[in-house]
């Protein structure tokens, strides 16, 4: 919502959205000094949650050094220190540590990636895994690699939530134990017809919807649209809906003694 107006807020009001978990994301450009990480935390954590609540809507987030921007040397090591040192993830609100993961797919990414993820695992908190835009397979090859290699069980699988799914990757997703997001954007990501399909063919336990908006064509209100694409199809149950669009992402950010919503 840091790149949306306040019209998109009131038509997701209007719509009948309650509440919404907002990660981090790439701003656009790159940056170019670790105060402008600060910033955009705060943002999030105090005026995003206030202009939310003049309409009605919980707003809760997740903090991280997101992965176009773990490669960045020194930045990425000194925005991630600054958001230990300066107490970011003990903010109120702040339910995860999200998105972390990958986007050229390096080890520069994957060093931040991981000291994230040890980060989640010090604090008992939920993590937000991206997968990347490209190449998606070795993506979550790469995390099930992280995961069996984990002999001390560090990670707590059923409080990973990875996001950006497609039909290759959604069976490994929750083979592994964690849970399913499916990003529904209009052109890069799924449609909602696609999204319908992968949630026929492999169930609704562990999955998710997301409306993926942000600087691009994007739509706030593609929770709603793919509710009303799954009644308009005949294929699904009202439960099933339900399950996909709500209760599943109220089950996995309940874990979070922070996400106080409850519906």
């Known amino acids: 919502m840091y790149s949306r107006t306040t019209d998109d807020y009131d038509a997701m009001s209007k719509a009948g959205i309650e509440v919404i978990v907002q990660p981090s994301f790439w701003l656009g450009s790159p940056r170019r000094y670790v105060g402008t990480f600060e910033d955009y935390w705060e943002h999030m954590i105090t005026f ?9 809507i919980e707003h809760f987030v997740c ?3 997101n992965p176009k921007e773990a490669a960045m040397r020194p930045l990425g090591v000194d925005a991630l220190h600054a958001m ?5 993830l003990d903010r109120e609100r702040v339910v995860g540590i999200g998105e972390i993961g990958y986007n050229l797919i390096n080890d520069s990414e994957e060093e931040i990636f991981m000291k994230q993820m040890d980060l989640a695992s010090e604090k008992n908190m ?13 993506g979550i090859r790469r995390i099930e690699r992280i995961l069996l290699e984990d002999n001390k069980h560090r990670y707590n699988r059923k409080k990973i939530l990875v996001d950006h799914n497609v039909e290759e990757t959604i069976e490994k997703t929750l083979t ?13 990501k799924l449609s909602p017809e696609r999204a ?5 063919e492999h169930g609704t336990e562990r999955i998710m919807v997301h409306s993926a908006a942000d600087w691009g064509v994007s739509d706030p209100l593609s929770v709603p649209l793919v509710a009303r694409e ?24 309940r874990q979070s003694r922070k996400f106080t919503w409850k519906p």
């Open 48 to 56: 995003e949650t206030s202009r939310a609540k003049e309409f009605g």
């Open 63 to 65: 903090i991280s050094v």
């Open 84 to 88: 230990i040192n300066h107490g970011y």
């Open 126 to 138: 939920l993590m937000t895994i991206h997968l990347p835009h490209e190449n998606k397979t070795e």
């Open 176 to 188: 592994l134990g964690m849970w399913a997001g499916l990003s529904v954007y209009p052109f890069t």
């Open 196 to 200: 319908m399909k992968i949630i026929k």
């Open 230 to 253: 799954m009644r308009r199809s005949g294929e699904f149950t009202s439960e099933d809906i339900e399950k996909v669009t709500l209760n599943n992402a109220y089950e996995f950010f």
